[in-house]
């Protein structure tokens, strides 16, 4: 079982950056596709961005392609989600989670949530 603490948000302003950072406990997280999610107050939650158990494949969302790049360093069991460019639209909490399936952006198809770590962007 993966369990999964989300750090790195705080506020900042539009056009700055952030890095949200994803730490695993288990042996087996480099076995999972680990994503980045988000949800902002009254809205669904929303796929960001997956990166495949071995770092090589990644894919996003086409909201954030471009200014956010996920990465991971399977020797630290950690994940993590640059963001660039940030808008006010990008505010809400970010979440990562696991998943056993790689191409999905579906939540469903995700576990492991951890508390998830706010984002705020301020114009």
């Known amino acids: 079982q993966v369990q999964l603490v989300e750090s790195g948000g705080g506020l900042v302003q539009a056009g700055g950056s952030l890095r949200l950072s994803c730490a695993a406990s288990?042996?087996?997280?480099?076995?999972?596709?680990t994503a980045w999610f988000r949800q902002a107050p009254g809205k669904e939650r929303e796929f960001v961005a997956a990166?495949?158990?071995?770092?090589?494949?990644?894919y996003y969302a086409n909201s954030v392609k471009g200014r956010f790049t996920i990465s991971r360093v399977n020797a630290k069991n950690m994940v993590y989600l640059q963001m660039n460019s940030l808008k006010t639209e990008d505010t809400a909490l970010y979440y990562c989670?696991?998943?056993?399936?790689?191409?999905?952006?579906?939540?469903?198809?995700?576990?492991?949530w951890g508390q998830g770590t706010q984002v705020t962007v301020s114009s």
């Open positions: 989670a696991v998943s056993p399936l790689f191409g999905s952006s579906a939540g469903a198809d995700f576990g492991s």
């Open positions: 288990g042996s087996t997280f480099s076995t999972y596709t």
């Open positions: 990166i495949d158990g071995s770092g090589g494949s990644t």
